[in-house]
């Protein structure tokens, strides 16, 4: 089976949260007895949790301040141990860990990414394996200031890092596929003579190269920055690769690559994009992606949710007699809720939207069983078919979100052998907002993905992910993650625990979040 995740990129697995009793050397002895067991980790409250142990003093020192013991010390010295006086600290390196307590052996809580920005506490907390210090975070959690984190808002990664991924949208970048050969990987907007050096003769957006479409899909070009237009080299992030560098450039990107770009400039009668690695490629010579029109259903009435699987579907309504008349189309992968009745034999299925569909153009989705008690307790939980190839969600017994996803090629076959998806009951592990990964059904399209959107591990390798490289949701196709549309997997990232913190890119949770069932 080929993995999902190339080794370089993938995020290593948090582990448990044993080490938070180290955290009691930041206090007076008085408080030695505040200190309790592990800190539950994010994604799963205490009042979800019941019998969960009283929070550690570092969990502590980042609550409200009632909850210090007031032996532990002036008043000042405790609020500067704690974010919310408006100082800050800045992401300089690709991933940026939090841990759960301020030292490396502590368990990682998620991690920031390059440019982003984040309220700390006034007064490093301990510097333990850390020279810079440890800084307590928003909304938990400790970074170390040093080659992944800076005090310095006008650092020259936050500089060259205009904005961040647009969380929440389909798409949190604007994606492009590269052209053959690959674009090279500029370290500053080049003047015309440094393109002529290195490329030869640029195409320009005049040329067939480029067209108006990409140029539609990507939208208006970005003012310049200060940085950019100051002409200055770009910085490489902590953990991005730089393989060669030349005065110019860094080489080209590997074959058949996509990126996901922060922003693009007009410079010399071309067109320039970011990418998030901070490299700059000519985008004449690549191709944007297309956006793929498929969303999911959200399931706000009593039902069960339906797609439409064909072309050309008429709707019916019933008019003042009662009788079916042509009323409009229903396009292709549209979702439905079908309200239980039907008429003409079984023929037409009602909608809650008021149409009629002919039940033969529809694929219905099995509503799933509570097989753990997770359900009747009233928690979230996401119910995968491999033969249908849709993905409902559920809070307790109540479906509230369904869609179309693309599980592995293998079908039903052993994962071990096969590009199956795997089968069981799992629960999401880690989440982030973007991933690299190069092991998705590329032979056919791109070998190098960056970026790919809201990626939710729960087995290994195997994740929940938007894809933006193919649109054949509703058939097989991945190598063994569940594909999803952007749409639906930004509006899933949202829903799913263990929940990301605004300004992180990824968060992890050892012991589950949402649980994830998948079988035939």
Known sequence: MTACLSPEARVRRCGRLDRLLLACALAASALAAACGPGEEPPGRSAAAQPGAPEPTLAAAILAEPQTVDAGAGPAATREALRPGRG??????????????????????????RAGAIVERAAAPSGDDGCPGGWYAVHPRGFV????????????DVVAATPAGPRRGEPYPYRYVVSRKPPPHLYVHLPSEAEQRRVEGRPRGQGTPAW??????????????TPFFASHRDLPKPFGAAEKVRFP??????????????????????????LTTELDLIPIDRTSAVTPTAMRGVEVKTEGTPAFVMHHGVRTLKQDASG????DGWAPRRSGWVLTGKTAAGGAYAETDAGAWIPAS?????????DFWGHAARGRKWIDISIERQMLVAYEGMRPVFATLVSTGRGELGDPATTSATVQGTFFIREKHVTATMDGDDLSETSVDLRDVPYVQYFHNSYALHGVYWHDAFGKVRSSGCVNLAPADAAWLFEWTDPPVPEGWHAAFNAKGGTLVFIHA
Do not use: N, Q
């Open 211 to 224: 067209s108006r479409r990409d140029e539609a899909l990507l939208g208006e070009p970005d003012p310049l």
């Open 87 to 112: 100082d800050k600290l800045a992401s300089i390196a690709m991933r940026t860990f939090v841990y759960a307590a301020p030292e490396r052996r502590a368990a990682k809580l998620g991690y920031l």
């Open 361 to 369: 153009a529809l694929r219905v989705a099995r509503l799933g069983r």
């Open 323 to 326: 009788e079916l008349r042509p």
């Open 144 to 155: 170390c200031v040093g080659r992944g984190a800076s005090l310095e808002l006008g650092h």
């Open 248 to 273: 110019a450039h860094r080489g080209r990107a590997r074959a058949d690559s996509a990126f996901g770009l922060i922003s693009t400039f007009a410079w010399t009668g071309r067109r320039f994009g």
